[in-house]
Structures are given as structure tokens and as C-alpha cells.
């Protein structure tokens, strides 16, 4: 099955840094690879993703780069905001039918 | 916007007793799932469900659990015998396309406290 390895595990910055959280995978068939956000007691929600015939995509202060060669992919937040304090989550689809497997997630602590 | 409603919120029951969680899907979606995350560890997938069988499931999910579509609207997950292990905040989700991956839209959770 696949395998989906994350780093780093927490990471502090101050507002107005980037982050840049990245991402392993194993399965060479995996072609999706969503990043979701989660604050504390709510409900994970998809803030970005990525297909693997692309290999950048962008939204405003976020961005994702994907490396298929390499099997990996970050995800980059510029301007980082207090607000953007959460835990993050990337994922990887090798079965076409959004069964995601997800890494274990970074804390992300936006200091003022 | 619609979103994907789950109940109960929260859940407490002893070991060994049955729990139904209840998931109403996004309307028009045609794949559901149930995730579940352990306290401060990553969410992780239990089981699909489209065309009112399960398309896949992992090995977490076994003999003691089960899903159901019992109606139009409704996606469950039963426990037979919980477990103390089976703590976890469980996550259902839904998905609108067919054959292609889409974006899951989860609900707020349901967290399940076992005794």
C-alpha cells in the first residue's frame, strides 16, 4: 500500500515568513495529492491539491510543487498569518477513489 | 454551501457495547467514507462506499464494523463490540465524482469515547 512520510512534524515561524511543509510517498501510482488544513477540534478541510500532470499549482499564498521523479511534494504558504496557525495534513490517492492516505501532519504555529 | 452533517457529536459507551454513527452525505455525491483519527495522530482511511457496496476498505476495518445506506440520505457505520482502542474522533466524508479523484468534503466528526 502506500506511504505517505511528512515533515517536519511542528514548525514555528513569524508572521510574515513562508513555510514550506514536505511530503514522501511511495506508490509511484498515486496521482492525486490533496493538503488539508485542521484546526484544533474541526473538521479537516482541503486547501490545496495536486494532480500529477502538473507540476506546480498555486492559490493565492499557497502553493504545491510535485516532483514525481522523486515521489515528493510540498506544500508553500508566503506571507504566513497568525491564522494560518493549524495542523496540516498532506495525502496521496493511489486508488482513483479518494481513498487518501494521510501523512501524520505538521503543527504550524504562527507567532505575531 | 452544503457540507456533510454527522451525529452524535460526541459518544460514550462502555466496552463490548454497539455504536451507530450517522452521516448525512453532501446531496448529490456518489462515494462516501468513513476515516477515523486517534487523538493527535493522523486521520487514517477505513472504508468507501459507492453504489451501495463497499469499493474498498483497510484493515482496520473488520469484522466488527459495518456500513449501511439504509436510505436515501443516511451513510452508518456500526461498531459491534467497541473497544477501548476504537477512541477515536470518526470522520465521514463524501466525494461527487465517479472514477476520477475528487475533493472529499468531511464532517465535523463524531467522536467516540470508549470505557
Known amino acids: 500500500g502506500e506511504n505517505v512520510e511528512q515533515h517536519p512534524s511542528t514548525l514555528s515561524v513569524q508572521e510574515g515568513d513562508s513555510a514550506v511543509i514536505k511530503c514522501t510517498y511511495s506508490?509511484?501510482?498515486?496521482?492525486?495529492f490533496p493538503w488539508y488544513k485542521q484546526e484544533l477540534g474541526k473538521r479537516p478541510q482541503l486547501i490545496i491539491d495536486?494532480?500529477?500532470?502538473?507540476g506546480e499549482k498555486k492559490d493565492q499564498r499557497i502553493a504545491v510543487t510535485l516532483n514525481k521523479t522523486a515521489k515528493h511534494f510540498s506544500l508553500h504558504i508566503t506571507e504566513t498569518q497568525p491564522e494560518d496557525s493549524a495542523v496540516y495534513f498532506c495525502a496521496a490517492d493511489n486508488s482513483g477513489y479518494s481513498t487518501l492516505t494521510f501523512g501524520k501532519g505538521t503543527m504550524l504555529l504562527v507567532s505575531p | 454551501e452544503p457540507e456533510v452533517t454527522q451525529t452524535p457529536s460526541h459518544q460514550v459507551t462502555q466496552m463490548g457495547q454497539e455504536v451507530i454513527l450517522r452521516c448525512v452525505p453532501i446531496s448529490n455525491h456518489l462515494y462516501f467514507y468513513w476515516y477515523r483519527q486517534i487523538l493527535g495522530q493522523k486521520v487514517e482511511f477505513l472504508v468507501s462506499f459507492y453504489n451501495n457496496e463497499i469499493s474498498e476498505k483497510s484493515e482496520i476495518f473488520d469484522d466488527q464494523f459495518s456500513v449501511e445506506r439504509p436510505d436515501g440520505s443516511n451513510f452508518t457505520l456500526k461498531i459491534r463490540s467497541t473497544k477501548l482502542e476504537d477512541s477515536a474522533m470518526y470522520f465521514c466524508a463524501s466525494s461527487e465524482t465517479s472514477g476520477n479523484t475528487g475533493e472529499l468534503f468531511f464532517g465535523e466528526g463524531s467522536r467516540l469515547t470508549v470505557l
Open positions: 506508490d509511484s501510482a498515486s496521482n492525486y
Open positions: 495536486i494532480r500529477s500532470n502538473v
